[in-house]
């Protein structure tokens, strides 16, 4: 496979240990992660070479973060180094009836001073296949904002396959930015659209016509989503499969899983599975949209496939502390085949 790159922001996560609260804990664990990261870590770990673009700063924080995604095998050799301090998020981890809790403290970062013109984009995308951004890049400032417009102008004219993960964040947002008007300038150069219903709406205004999503419990039913997906392909007639992953959210410690894929004509749709015992749900959408692009990229003629092992692999990340989905591709196909026993592998 030819060269993926994702480009945005890594961070600092600090968490108290197992699931104590802010206000009890007199330590916190130390992990490091962000949208694009993740998913260009679940892409080294099925075997595509990769490279993450983003700004860090010069400092023993900034090296650590660089130095964790050397360690995934994650290629770093555009990282523009500058600014000041790594972004940090603070994340208190929910159990049963209580959900999860997310503190940013990423304002000045070095990432959210990154501006038009820092990075080498012809020289980053040589030999480029696939090129992969969330809306959390330009919800972090303008500077980035300006940044990732300028990466999809130069990833689309040299044909390279664009894909996006919505990712509205109601936390961000907050330096003034017109984010309707940003992020359909962005998003109408994509793919590969991946997002939910809350995304459709706060990013374009796009709601499900005649149905109602329903997100707690287990009835999360597909068909819901389709009149999104539809007003998604209308809008960006660039796009050719419009993806969103379906979450029930029964407890924070219990979710069902499942996705959903719309190609213009037809939609598939996964099969479901009861996540019963989450161990860290931080991560998830993620490691759907690297399993999704390695779906894709593996099955380029078989989108059920391709929607499949993003599932199966984003259902295992649930499984997995920190942010990245540390899985192989070997017990991704273990529980697409259907076994989901969890049996000792000896």
């Known amino acids: 496979m030819k060269k993926v790159v994702t480009f945005g922001e890594i961070m600092l996560r600090l968490a108290p240990p197992g699931f104590l609260r802010f206000s009890q804990t007199n330590s916190l664990d130390v992990v490091y992660g962000g949208g694009e990261s993740n998913v260009a870590v679940s892409l080294a770990n099925y075997g595509v070479p990769v490279e993450f673009v983003t700004r860090l700063p010069n400092n023993d924080i900034g090296h650590c973060a660089h130095m964790e995604m050397r360690k995934r095998g994650v290629g770093t050799t555009h990282v523009n180094w500058g600014g000041d301090r790594l972004g940090i998020y603070f994340l208190e981890t929910g ?22 013109g820092m990075i080498d984009w012809d020289s980053v995308f040589d030999g480029v296949e ?8 330009p919800a972090i ?15 689309s004219a040299k044909g390279i396959t664009i894909s996006t993960d919505l990712n509205y964040r109601k936390k961000l947002w907050n330096y003034g930015g017109d984010r309707e008007s940003i992020m359909t ?13 809350e995304d459709a709406e706060m990013h374009f205004g796009i709601k499900p016509e005649g149905l109602d999503i329903t997100t707690q419990g287990h009835e999360v039913k597909a068909e819901a989503f389709l009149s999104v997906c539809k007003q998604m392909m209308s809008k960006f007639p660039r796009a050719k499969k419009v993806i969103t992953t379906l979450r029930g959210s029964i407890s924070a410690s219990h979710n069902t899983w499942a996705g959903v ?3 213009g004509n ?19 959408g993620d490691s759907f949209m690297g399993g999704l692009i390695y779906g894709l990229l593996k099955y380029p003629e078989n989108d059920q496939n391709a929607l499949n092992f993003a599932v199966a692999a984003s259902c295992l990340k649930h499984t997995i502390k920190g942010d990245a989905n540390l899985v192989t591709l070997d017990e991704v196909e273990k529980l697409m085949s259907g076994d989901a026993s969890g049996r000792v592998a000896r």
């Open 141 to 155: 400032s303008q500077g980035a904002a300006d940044a990732c417009l300028e990466a999809v102008k130069a990833a």
């Open 261 to 263: 894929m719309y190609d």
């Open 95 to 116: 159990a049963v009836s209580r959900g999860s809790k997310v503190v940013y403290d990423r304002a000045h970062s070095a990432m959210s001073e990154i501006t038009a």
């Open 130 to 137: 696939w090129f992969h951004w969330t809306g959390i890049t």
């Open 185 to 197: 300038e962005l998003t109408s150069y994509c793919d590969i659209i991946l997002g939910n219903e």
């Open 266 to 284: 037809t939609m598939f749709e996964s099969p479901q599975y009861q996540i019963t015992d989450i161990v860290d749900r931080v991560g998830g």
